[in-house]
């Protein structure tokens, strides 16, 4: 699915237990649910559901969604898709907390009836909060996320000091759901009609979308056989872990580990092994030392020598590549890291690591 180059952020929030981004009246938000697709569920061991909420948010959706999972046993995981002009601010956020309490993805789009064919939808003020529930977030190409600054339509009693409860309510949950609340500030900051446009790196740079993952964890480990640089982050296909290790009395090597599923064995038997430093792939087969597969988990790891750990040492994302022909134009990264997180270490680890391959 291709992704939004530019979000249009078009949406007038307004204080108050209903809180609108349209003049129109739309329904109040309903929920569809579709059971797994029997050829994914058959083939790929996929059953997730597919969720679509459409309609305006009140402050009783996290309850209904929480009573249609119960009642069609939707797994957790499954795949919750928008078009709403968003409405309650506070249900929204209530919505946004059901769906992370049962880790599902969030999109904006509407399905055909046909199931073969997504079209673009928006998601505004209340429904932006609801969002940014999903513990993996994506938008779909011509579909409009939105949200804006909150001010109060009319004079009301105590109208500041609710607009400063709801405000911190709000860079609260935006936090909570692991955003930077850097977005609720840009809002905060536009004109009463002023609207905001983001591109696409600052969606990912703010954590509005994450496209299928999650933050990477890099952590330095010092064992008795020697030092292990490991990072480590949550897919939406399972886990990803990238070690590299420098045992005290054999060869730094490299080891990776990825949940491959159902299509383990066919992983098993690709043959063409690259290490992808930056988008460039190297090739590593003859480097390789064990390549296995446990219970849908593929285990691949290789020795490293000096040259290899000096790419690692200038390498922004680090990753591997399991192909059955090697050919960059095919995405067949099974793991694509960010050095970002581990680079305090990385120099005083790595010039270790290169003493003992030189040995």
Known sequence: MQRLNLVAISCVAILGSAVSCSTAIAQTMKFVARPPYELLRANMGDD???????GE?????????EALMEQKIIIDGSVLYF???????????????????????????????????????????????AFLGGEYRSVM????????????????????GRARVLSATVAAYIKEMGVATELYTMAVRAGEEESITFSEPDLLRLGVINDGTQKTVWTLESLDSGLYLKGQRQTVNGI???????????????????????HADEIMRMSADSLVIDGQFIPIESYRTRKESR???????????????????KAKTVGLALQTVR????????LNLPMSEGTAELPQFLSVCTRLSAR
């Open 295 to 313: 219970n849908g988990w593929v285990i691949a790891a290789y020795t490293l020598d000096s040259t290899l750990l000096a790419v690692i040492q």
């Open 141 to 160: 190409q011509g579909s409009v996320y939105g949200v804006d600054r909150f001010f109060s339509n009319k004079r009301v009693p105590n109208e500041s």
């Open 240 to 262: 990803n872990k990238f070690l590299i290790g420098c045992p005290s009395a054999k060869r730094p090597f490299l080891s990776a580990t990825f949940d491959a599923g159902p």
């Open 48 to 54: 997730r559901w597919e969720i679509y909420a459409s």
């Open 57 to 65: 948010i009140d402050a009783d959706a996290g309850k209904r969604l």
């Open 83 to 129: 078009d709403s002009p968003g409405a309650n601010v506070t249900g929204g956020m209530e919505l946004g907390r059901t769906i992370r309490k049962h880790h599902l993805t969030t999109d904006i789009a509407r399905k055909s009836e046909s199931h073969d064919e997504s079209k673009p939808a928006s998601c505004v003020s209340g429904c932006a909060l």
């Open 327 to 334: 050919d960059p134009r095919f995405d067949a990264r099974f």
